[in-house]
T-cell receptor, first 112, second 110 residues
Framework: NAGVTQTPKFRVLKTGQSMTLLCAQD?????MYWYRQDPGMGLRLIHY???????AKGEVPDGYNVSRLKKQNFLLGLESAAPSQTSVYFC???????????FGQGTRLTVV | DAKTTQPNSMESNEEEPVHLPCNHS???????IHWYRQLPSQGPEYVIH???SNVNNRMASLAIAEDRKSSTLILHRATLRDAAVYYC???????????FGAGTTVTVRA
């Protein structure tokens, strides 16, 4: 099992550019999450999904959009990147909301 | 959200036990105590969780105080691979997010 796979692992964007981060899980999990982690801080929830075709806002959703067209994939979009979105992004999935979450290796995004 | 308090850092020698404390004096009856760890340049990794009773698994043990206002994660024999940031998180069963604080940075000396 690959678990949770994030693509790409690194990316540099110019201010105003757009991009999509892909998260794929092969564990048939219903729940998927996008977090961001800034230097020296814990992770903060951006958006999450409780099943195929559903999405919901987390703690810091502004500037991001998400889609869950297929159960195994959860996409995070930045429509117009800003330097404040420079961060490490982690995707996670879980079978239920109370069960353990499995995290990907992260995507390091720099917006210049 | 109920808050947790952890020491900023702890040091241990290899093959010795590590006891990581966590205070959560405002815990509610429906809050589970979760522990995750994050190795350098990796995503967080689940360690253990519990509600009221002590829990053991292959990675660690979780000791929960009788009043549930504090808990301790126990790594029985630290290895160099256990050097990581350890997060103590309170999570209600119907809450989707994991609220990560600053955690405890554990250093293991060879």
């Amino acid at each position: 099992n690959a678990g949770v796979t994030q693509t790409p692992k690194f990316r540099v964007l110019k201010t105003g550019q757009s991009m999509t981060l892909l998260c794929a899980q092969d564990m048939n999990h219903e729940y998927m999450y996008w977090y961001r982690q800034d230097p020296g801080m814990g992770l903060r929830l951006i958006h999450y999904s409780v099943g195929e075709g559903t999405t919901a806002k987390g703690e810091v959703p502004d500037g991001y959009n998400v889609s869950r067209l297929k159960k195994q994939n959860f996409l995070l979009g930045l429509e117009s990147a800003a330097p404040s979105q420079t961060s490490v992004y982690f995707c996670a999935s879980s079978y239920e909301e109370w069960t353990e979450a499995f995290f990907g290796q992260g995507t390091r995004l720099t917006v210049v | 959200d109920a808050k947790t308090t952890q020491p900023n850092s702890m040091e241990s020698n290899e093959e010795e036990p590590v006891h990581l404390p966590c205070n959560h004096s405002t815990i509610s009856g429906t809050d589970y105590i979760h522990w995750y760890r994050q190795l350098p340049s990796q995503g967080p990794e689940y360690v253990i969780h519990g509600l009221t009773s002590n829990v053991n698994n292959r990675m660690a043990s979780l000791a929960i105080a009788e009043d549930r206002k504090s808990s301790t994660l126990i790594l029985h024999r630290a290895t160099l691979r256990d050097a990581a940031v350890y997060y103590c998180i309170l999570k209600r069963s119907n809450d989707y997010k994991l609220s990560f604080g600053a955690g405890t940075t554990v250093t293991v000396r060879a």
